[in-house]
Every structure is written in C-alpha cells, then in structure tokens.
C-alpha cells in the first residue's frame, strides 16, 4: 500500500497530485539534487548512465536506453536513427499528442494519417492494410514507417501490426510514451517495435520534475546512431562529427529525480492497477471502460472512459470538484499544421467517434478510497 496524506473531505480531486507524490518522496529526491549539486556534472552526468541501465534492466536482456531532452527529441532521434528523412513516409493515428505527427515532419518526412481500433483507440491494422495498398496503387505515396501509439497505456497490436509493416518493407516504431512499465502480451511495452520512445513529462506515470525523454532499442548499432545525433552527431570514441546532429541530452538533475521515482514506480503501477479494477467494475453500466487486450496489463497513466454526453458529464464532475480531460478534442488531422497530410481512403471514422465521446478520469496512485467513491457516485448519479 502505497504511504500518502489523507485527503481533505470534499477537496478538489486532482488529475495528478505531484504534491501528494512529492510529499513521500521529498527527503529522497532533495538528497539526490544535492549529489547532483555536488559533483556539477550537470549534463549527462552519472545519474543518468544509471538512469538508462535502470530503465533498460526492466526491459530484459540486450535492450538499450538512451536519455534525451524530452519525449518529442526521443521521437525524432529514433526516427533519425532508423533513416527516416526527406521522401520518407509514416503511417501514424491521429489520434495522438501533436509531437507524433511533429517528430515526422521535422525529420523532413511526411505523416499518412491511419484510423484506429474502436475498442482500444489504437492503431487499426485493418486501416494501416488499406493504407498500404492505397500506396501500392499510387493513390498514397509509399510508406517507409509505421508508428503506432499505445494511447493511454493500451498496448497496440503489434503483433499484427508488424507483420503488415514487416511484409510490406516497413519499419516499425512505437510511441510509448504513455505505456512504459506496463506490459503486453509480447512482454514489457516499449519492446515491441524496432525502437521506442518515451516522454518523462511530469504528468505521465514515469515523470521527472520537467523534460525529458528516452529511446529504446535492442540493436546495438542503432543505438549507437542515437547518442551520436543526439550529441552533435559525435560518435562514440572518435570525437568527430560524423554527421548533423541535434543537442538532445538529459541533464543530470531530472535523471536523479526518476532514478528516486523508479524505486517507487512499481508501488504506483500496482496503485493504479487496482483503482482503474475498482473503476472497471464499478463503472460499467455507466459509460463505456477501456478494453484490455488479451494478455496486456497496462500501467494506466490514464483512465479513458466515454460517454455520448462527455462535455455534459465533465461539467458535472467539474460542479463535484472532480478533474477530468478531454484529450484530443481536434484530432491531428483537424489540426491547421496536419490539414493537408495524406489520409488512408474511407478517412477516420473511428477515430472521430473516438475523440467526440473520450473523458479520461483521475487515476493519480495517491488517491485515497474515498475520493474514489466520490468519482464514482458522480459518474453513476448523472442524469445526462
């Protein structure tokens, strides 16, 4: 059981209580920023060596991590590395934060726009079939990558999806920035693909105390090819820039926080397992809960329900001093700077139905039980 404050009866329930999670952590986390403090190795400082031999260890054996500047760099590196760049194309959602898409085009490459899974919100590897052969026949420009997102902690179906990619002469990238630490039916999340990247934004399960990011990969050569476009393009051992990189490391303050983090990461994953059980069941005659794939157990950096009178349902959790998000309200292809990027044919009726009726709730591990029956009984007691 997770060490937490008690909750003032009838306070305002937050999204995330950094305050909360702070609070156990503190003397911790202050010690670690004065190691920090004390050697003045501020940038890719030892901390995070640790760091990333922490994150990888929990990935299994030959796995890599490479710490970066934030969660849209570790995209942008791992596209880089892979060779994706100018005449390259992605398949992706849009159902997605802005930096997924953003990464593809900085790297001078173009997104195509592919529909989801109704039931997960994931990449649909129907779509992406159609996506191909709409590109075989000329009418979508061909696709170097596919880039799926576990969105909010649902593992996609990579399985299938990289077979399609694998067929078709495709790599396969995971955005995994809302699902490390969970787990899949093919093993840990992030393992999935030819890499990886993760965001340690503060609002997600693994989160430091401001940016930062890391790229996952078991290829050895690949992930040489990160630290070096991450570090100026300088490759390990020669002190040459062998090629154009980007200024993307993680300073050694945050890594020091997550490293404090990851020693109660496990406490929090089993905190949010057992609130977003009790929601599950407790919720299912009221909306619409996420579906878990077979096999999967996710971490739940977010609760997605959905409801087809969402916004009259948030104003009534809002009225009750209960948070709750809308995310994705403009999917990226309504977005002004995506408009005018390639669709699948038959566009994306699910991912509109998706966006229109999504609500994510609180699932911070720090809520107390009975916060959750206040949630509860406000879901349960709308009218709408």
Known sequence: MLQTATAHLGAAIKMVDLDRQEAVMRDDIRQAIDGVLAHKCFVNGPEVRDLETALAERLGHGWHAIGCANGTDALQLMLRAGGI???????????????????????????????IDRQTGTLCPTSLTRAFKAASDGHLPPISAVLPVDLFAIPADHGAIREIATRHGALHFVDAAHSY????AEGPCGTQGFASALSFYPSKALGCYGDGGAVLTADPENEMRVRAIANHGVLANTGEHRIVGTNSRLDSIQAAILLVKLRHFDAEIAARQRIAQIYIEALGNHCVVPEVPAGARPVWSYFAIHHRNRDALME????????????????????????HEACVPGGLPETRQFSETLLCLPIDPYLDDDELDRIIRAIRTFKG
């Open 85 to 115: 760049g100018a005449g390259s194309c992605v398949a992706l959602p849009s159902l997605t934060f802005a930096a997924t898409a953003e990464a593809v085009r900085i790297c001078g490459a173009e997104p195509v726009f592919v529909d």
């Open 181 to 184: 630490g969970g787990i899949s």
């Open 316 to 339: 009534h959790l809002s009225g009750q001093g209960i948070s709750s998000v809308a995310y994705y309200r403009r999917t990226l292809d309504l977005q002004p700077a995506f408009a």
